[in-house]
């Protein structure tokens, strides 16, 4: 079985104290139960600070949140005391994977980095080059199914559409949709904010992006087409992926569109590093929030 990364991926490295958003701020943190035992037994003053700052329980642990839902090891310059005094290698596996995702597939893995992370997010949009995956590890078994290789046929077509520079980009996206037999809700960006409003929300600053979007009806405009085509590349990456599983593959493919817009609609008020961070936290992490996504874009058309 063979492993596949974002070509940029071993550039992406955690900017640690130099973080406006730090991953370790209001996030729930569950600890695996292999690092739990481990924080369980770990002696002296710190092997204590662990914990008195940990919720042990069947499943591993979770880190007892303290004013304004920070985690307890997180430093005031912004540095994790766990490193400071056990090393990296002693994270929990939720710790030292984010912001990596995984599409697991039968005859593959694919590791992406999410955008909720500002450091992914710059990395991905000012990259010129068009993004592709490349194999960074291969066991030499070959399992790959007839249904997945369908799959990575149809999206290699998506991904070559969207990268094909010689077209405007609405073409590109028009080509996208059609390929796999999508078609995203007729509706403008006022009523699609309306629609996020009712979602599940974590930061206020979203809100307020919101309350402008409605204000704001029209298609975005005035973006940059490169850093267009990476943010739509990645939404695809990310989302198409579970299509293979749930039989999804145009409502996801409608969904990646809407997020890329609602992304770019997001950047006419906190521009685009921030409006990406800001929509992968809001709806990428809530299963919740895209399963209504979904499910609207599939009434709908």
């Known amino acids: ?130 993004a592709t995956l490349e194999v960074i590890d291969d066991d030499g078994e070959e399992t790959e199914l007839s249904e997945e290789a369908e799959f990575f046929a149809l999206r290699k077509k998506v991904f070559s559409a969207l990268q094909n520079r010689e077209k405007p980009f609405g073409d590109r996206i028009s080509e996208i949709l059609k390929t796999c037999s999508a078609r995203l809700p007729e509706k403008d960006f006022s009523v699609w904010a309306k629609i996020y409003k009712k979602l599940e929300r974590l930061d206020e600053s979203w809100t307020d992006v919101l309350e402008k979007i409605e204000n704001s009806p029209e298609l975005p405009k005035d973006f940059d087409e490169t850093s267009a085509e990476q943010l739509l590349w990645y939404f695809l990456f990310r989302h198409l992926s579970e299509a293979p599983f749930d039989g999804r593959l145009s409502e996801r493919a409608a969904f990646a569109v809407l997020s890329f817009y609602m992304t770019e609609k997001a950047a006419e008020q906190v521009g685009i590093y921030e409006a990406a961070r800001l929509y992968s936290s809001e709806i990428e992490y809530s299963d919740e929030n895209i399963e209504i996504l979904l499910d609207i874009i599939s009434e709908e058309v």
């Open 1 to 130: 079985m063979k492993t596949f990364a974002l070509d940029f991926y071993k550039d992406f490295h955690c900017i640690m104290g130099d973080c406006k958003h730090s991953c370790c701020i209001g996030w729930e943190i569950d600890i695996d139960p292999e690092t739990a035992e481990y924080y369980k037994n770990t002696p002296g003053d710190f092997g204590k600070r662990l914990c008195e700052n940990i919720d042990f329980h069947e499943e591993g642990g979770t880190f007892c949140l303290c004013e304004n839902e920070r985690c307890p090891f997180l430093n005031e310059k912004g540095l994790c005391d766990i490193i400071i005094n056990l090393g990296e290698e002693a994270l929990s596996q939720v710790c030292d994977d984010h912001p990596r995702f995984r599409n697991f597939f039968e005859s593959r893995t694919e590791i992406g980095i999410g955008l909720c992370c500002e450091a992914a997010a710059k990395l991905l949009i000012d990259k010129k080059s068009p």
